[in-house]
């Protein structure tokens, strides 16, 4: 929900509390508030719709030993479990550069955006379709976000986005 001050240059703008329109996101891009590295500003521009966008994921892929791990808030999601053997390995993509996904694994995607200097606004994450469409189950994770999947808090400097994604039937 979008704060009604920028904070970048303190000047008062028009947004109000609800659903963020794809003006106001190409703004927060505009302003280096949603950045996104690895994905021209086209592809990027292509996903965004009149009140969300596209999230990208990149060459970064972990595959979980055990099952999903919850974020914490207090903690860096990618100091606490992705560094840590215990709990991943470094998932490679095959000779023709894709992924290969396993039905029942879990995997973790970093995704291509990151959220930069985040007091403007806080948010929420849905994989629209992918569970009734193609039978995945997907969750953001924003590292040292709120402590919650699919949920992204006003109060970061930086937040480092992944994608958990678990295959349910292929």
């Known amino acids: ?3 009604n001050r920028d904070l970048s240059n303190r000047k008062p703008v028009t947004w109000k509390p609800g659903v963020l329109s794809n003006r106001q996101i190409a ?3 505009e302003m280096g508030r949603i950045t996104h ?3 021209t500003t086209e592809e990027f521009a292509k996903g965004i719709d ?3 966008f596209d999230l990208h994921v990149s060459e970064e892929c972990y595959k979980m030993v055990q099952g999903a ?4 808030q207090e903690s860096s999601y990618r100091e606490r479990v992705l560094s840590d053997e215990r709990y991943v390995k470094r ?3 095959n000779k023709d550069g894709q992924f290969l996904l396993e039905k029942g694994n879990t995997y973790v995607f970093r995704l291509c955006e990151k959220l930069k200097n985040n007091h403007l606004f806080s948010g929420k994450a849905t994989g629209k379709s992918t569970i009734g469409r193609i039978d995945i189950l997907t969750r953001l994770i924003a590292d040292q976000g709120s ?3 699919d949920t992204v808090v006003r109060d970061g400097e930086k937040y480092e986005l992944f994608a958990e994604v678990t295959p349910i039937t292929f």
């Open 37 to 39: 590295e690895g994905v």
């Open 91 to 93: 998932y490679p993509q």
């Open 27 to 29: 703004k927060l891009v």
């Open 1 to 3: 929900m979008p704060d």
């Open 69 to 72: 791990i919850k974020p914490k």
């Open 147 to 149: 402590g919650e999947y």
């Open 50 to 52: 009149p009140s969300s």
